[in-house]
């Protein structure tokens, strides 16, 4: 059998935990408390059950939640896998077999696998501990023999404690020269009671006269005693009629009472039926008079508002929002209104009128665009004959200039000559002709006109043609009267020139003042100061529009006010008609609120009161019923009394009470009577002392022979021993029955213990030496050849031989080497028994003791043996991971949930 893998579900500190295991040696290592022999221990416990709660054995119950238990795979003699499965169930667990084809078994088939071995031999045999070595150098040579002969060198070590305990058994039953023992002690018994027996049987035949007499005073006593019977129950039925008198005399005086009121009835339970109903008729009244006076007091308040008044009020409520708006928008239109009027009037200010006064003008005034341009185009033709006038007397003024200067030139002409004529003449003409161009360029740049400008040099162009043909025709013959000439029709020129420019400036003085009496027309229709400057009339024009569009604006806000206004009058007025109460336009919607919660609580309450009389009428009606239908009950129970008022009912039932007691009364004489039927004058008051006497005879006679059949009996006490005599007989014939099954007992626990004698003597010859053999040479392979020969003395103990020759008891060697004495005979017992019990081998830590060279040796051994037997073993020491190149190393210490530990 191999052993495959082990599924731990709850054991111990394990959890969930699966182990794979090799066929060859598995090394489970972990350091102390990892849990290396919780798991040895769960090997054991899944294939020969749980300890019970009492035992020594440890359990290892989970601390935990988890189920405890687990399984076990592996591969049978015949090669088939098979799973071993215990969980908590029974004492020892419920265990189920699950094979490959599907089937299961349970204990039975598990003894089957494991070859009916128990856990005592499997671990005497397989498992091998230091445990079972400690304090072997303490024992006795033939208690260490025996220890080691009965941890499995001839696989009896059940016979041997069968055979032990037998023994002791058989000592408990039978020592030849002991008083303790169960047969010791029943043998004496008899011998005891066989002696008292025959005592007995020498006293017996003395006293046959004795018995005789003592038959006749029986018979005689027999007779007195049934005369003292008669005579007693005579006594008895007259002491039965004397009890009985009485009850039958007040019968007949109860039957004589009861016939005067046996026409009395009442109604059952008549008295508390009636006052429970007096009671609640009572209460019934209460309940009335309370009830009326609640109604009193509930006077109802009449609403000033109907319920329909209520919800129109309540529904005006919801146009709170529209109030405040129109509010929020009156206010906005007074604050723009005002707004518009400030900026209107420093509009006017700005303008210079008065308000007041010219206002209504203002806003009547034409301020089209086109009264506007009209006005423009006045005061640009003003503006534009005030320039040409400017213009017209510069040049009139130039005129007059350049004629003085003619004037001049001529006569100066006639004193110099020609050449410096010339000269003077060109100087003279330049001169004028940059005047007149420098005048007309300042004047157009300054007066911002062109035109006078461009009239400049038109004017210039002239000047300057005209003059050089002047002076060209000066060049001709005749010059200086021809230049003469010239001057004088030039001075002519400009004579008419001067006079058609006064001509015209006077003109021009006319149309402006046309024009400007026509401003000053246009300024005072608007009522302003007609001192304004033209360049103003714009600006002025500009603040004239605005002012009637904020009066345009003003009279739209005007209508919005007055609309709103009359929206709020509207809304007010309808809110007044809602209630009776003096409306504030302020508080109105916050006084409808208060007067409409007022209302509702009023028509609420006066609901509620309605509701309540509804209530209270209701109940009084049920109470008025009900105080009917207790009226007639109480009659009822009057008609049932046969009587008309409370104080007869009362009578009614005193009497029917009697009725019932004397009844009572009677049916109790009935009871004690118990149907008896006596005669009252059927004895006399002597009879009972006549009986009494008789009995006093009779009592006197029977105390003589009772007398004398006392000292007969005295006498004869011996006959009465007859009876124990035949107790002691049978007493005897038990003894003899309970030792004759001791004896069997015993006899057949001796054969038994005969018979296992035998089959140890047998099985040490045909199967010890070939185990002696083997562990003969595991010993010397430990040992590196140190000891020879593990034999056994002929005193059946067993011994060492070294090379030398020399001789050791087991006792007298070291631990370490008593150790592998015992492993030597376990391995050599396991390999003895592979072809018929192929079990794993189990270590736990054997080596511990072992030095280098020995735990070398123990170490090729166990190589050898992992080709034919599985090796399981668990070590605490970190060098043992690695001595065997082949193993699998098990670290027990992580070991987790559904995982193997760290493997090498």
């Not at 008051?685 to 006549?690: A, G, K, N």
């Not at 004869?716 to 007992?745: F, G, R, W």
């Amino acid at each position: 059998m191999k052993l495959v893998k082990l599924h731990i579900y709850g054991f111990g500190k394990h959890e969930n935990v699966e182990v794979d295991l090799n066929n060859g040696i598995n090394v489970f290592f972990g350091e102390n408390e990892a849990g290396k022999t919780t798991i040895q221990q769960f090997i054991l416990h899944i294939f020969f059950g749980f300890p019970q709660r009492n035992a020594q054995l440890l359990r290892y119950e989970p601390k935990s939640n988890a189920s405890y238990g687990g399984k076990i795979q592996i591969i049978d003699d015949h090669g088939q896998p098979v799973t071993i499965e215990r969980v908590k169930g029974k004492a020892s667990g419920d265990v189920t077999v699950y094979y490959s084809d599907g089937s299961r078994g349970g204990e039975k088939e598990l003894g089957s696998i494991l070859h009916s071995y128990s856990r005592a031999d499997f671990e005497a045999i397989f498992s091998f501990s230091l445990l079972q070595l400690q304090g072997f150098e303490k024992m006795t040579e033939e208690e260490l023999t025996r220890t080691l002969l009965s941890s499995g060198t001839t696989g009896i070590d059940t016979l041997t404690i069968v055979e032990n305990q037998f023994l002791k058994d058989m000592g408990e039953l039978f020592k030849p020269s002991g008083r303790k023992p169960h047969i010791n002690q029943k043998i004496e018994e008899l011998r005891e009671l066989e002696t008292t027996y025959k005592h007995h049987l020498e006293e017996v035949e003395k006293y046959e006269p004795s018995i005789k007499r003592l038959n006749e005073l029986e018979t005689i006593i027999e007779e007195l005693n049934q005369q003292e019977l008669e005579i007693s129950k005579q006594l008895q039925r007259y002491l039965e009629w004397k009890q009985l008198k009485p009850l039958k005399e007040k019968e007949t005086k109860l039957n004589h009472e009861l016939e005067l009121v046996k026409h009395q009835f009442f109604p059952s339970d008549g008295i508390r039926r009636f006052e429970l109903i007096k009671d609640k008729l009572t209460n019934n009244h209460i309940d009335m008079e309370q009830l009326k006076k609640e109604l009193d007091t509930l006077t109802i308040q009449e609403a000033n508002l109907t319920t329909q008044q209520l919800e129109e009020l309540l529904s005006f409520l919801n146009r709170e929002a529209e109030w405040h708006q129109l509010r929020s928008k009156r206010i906005q239109i007074e604050e723009e209104q005002s707004k518009t009027l400030q900026n209107q009037m420093q509009q006017l200010a700005l303008v210079g009128v008065d308000w007041e006064k010219s206002l209504s003008h203002i806003v009547q005034a034409d301020v089209s665009i086109q009264q506007e341009d009209k006005l423009v185009t006045i005061l640009q033709t003003e503006k534009n004959l005030e320039l040409e006038l400017q213009q017209e007397k510069r040049l009139l003024q130039m005129k007059e200039q350049d004629l003085l200067q003619q004037q001049q030139r001529a006569t100066e002409s006639k004193r110099v000559n020609k050449t410096s004529s010339n000269k003077t003449a060109n100087r003279i003409m330049l001169g004028i002709i940059a005047a007149i161009f420098l005048i007309g360029i300042v004047i157009g740049v300054t007066q911002s006109n062109w035109m006078v400008a461009l009239t400049a040099i038109i004017i210039s162009g002239i000047v300057y043609v005209g003059f050089s043909l002047m002076m060209n025709s000066l060049k001709q013959p005749n010059d200086v009267q021809t230049y003469a000439e010239l001057l004088k029709k030039e001075q002519e020129s400009l004579q008419q020139a001067i006079s058609t420019l006064k001509q015209k400036v006077n003109e021009i003085e006319h149309k402006k003042l046309d024009v400007t009496q026509k401003v000053s027309v246009f300024l005072t229709s608007y009522h302003i100061n007609e001192q304004l400057s033209p360049s103003l009339l714009p600006e002025l024009f500009k603040r004239l529009r605005m002012i009637q569009e904020q009066q345009m604006q003003l009279d739209q806000m005007e209508t919005k006010l007055y609309e709103v206004r009359l929206q709020l009058q509207d809304l007010y007025e309808q809110a007044q008609r809602k209630i009776h109460t003096k409306l504030i336009e302020d508080m109105l919607f916050h006084q409808l609120r208060e007067s409409y919660l007022e209302e509702k609580k009023k028509s609420e309450d006066q609901d509620y009161k309605e509701k309540k009389i509804t209530e209270l009428e209701k109940r009084q009606q049920e109470l008025f019923f009900q105080q009917q239908s207790f009226t007639e009950q109480i009659h009822t129970l009057y008609n049932e009394a046969n009587v008309e008022t409370e104080s007869d009912y009362y009578m009614a039932y005193s009497i029917y009470e009697q009725k019932v007691e004397l009844e009572k009364e009677l049916h109790h004489i009935h009871l004690q009577l118990a149907g008896k039927q006596i005669n009252l004058d059927e004895f006399e008051d002597v009879f009972e002392d006549e009986c009494k006497g008789r009995l006093l005879h009779l009592q006197q006679k029977r105390n003589v022979y009772n007398d004398e059949k006392a000292t007969l009996s005295y006498q004869t006490k011996k006959l009465l021993e007859d009876e124990e005599q035949s107790e002691q007989l049978q007493l005897i014939e038990q003894k003899k029955a309970e030792l004759h099954e001791l004896v069997k007992k015993w006899a057949a626990q001796k054969v038994v213990v005969e018979s296992i004698k035998q089959m140890m003597r047998q099985l040490k010859e045909e199967r010890l030496p070939e185990v002696l053999e083997n562990a003969q040479y595991y010993f010397q392979l430990l040992t590196n050849k140190s000891y020879e020969q593990l034999i056994l003395s002929p005193e059946e103990s067993f011994e060492v031989v070294k090379t030398s020759g020399q001789r050791f008891k087991i006792a007298e060697l070291s631990q370490a080497t008593k150790e592998q004495a015992y492993i030597s005979l376990r391995v050599a017992l396991a390999v003895s028994l592979q072809s018929k019990a192929p079990f794993p081998i189990i270590m736990d830590d054997p080596f511990v003791h072992f030095d280098r060279v020995r735990l070398q040796q123990v170490v090729q051994l166990m190589a050898e043996l992992q080709k034919e037997h599985q090796l399981l073993y668990f070590t605490c020491h970190d060098n043992m991971q690695f001595v065997w190149e082949d193993a699998l190393v098990i670290q027990v210490a992580t070991l987790l949930p559904r995982k193997v530990g760290i493997v090498k």
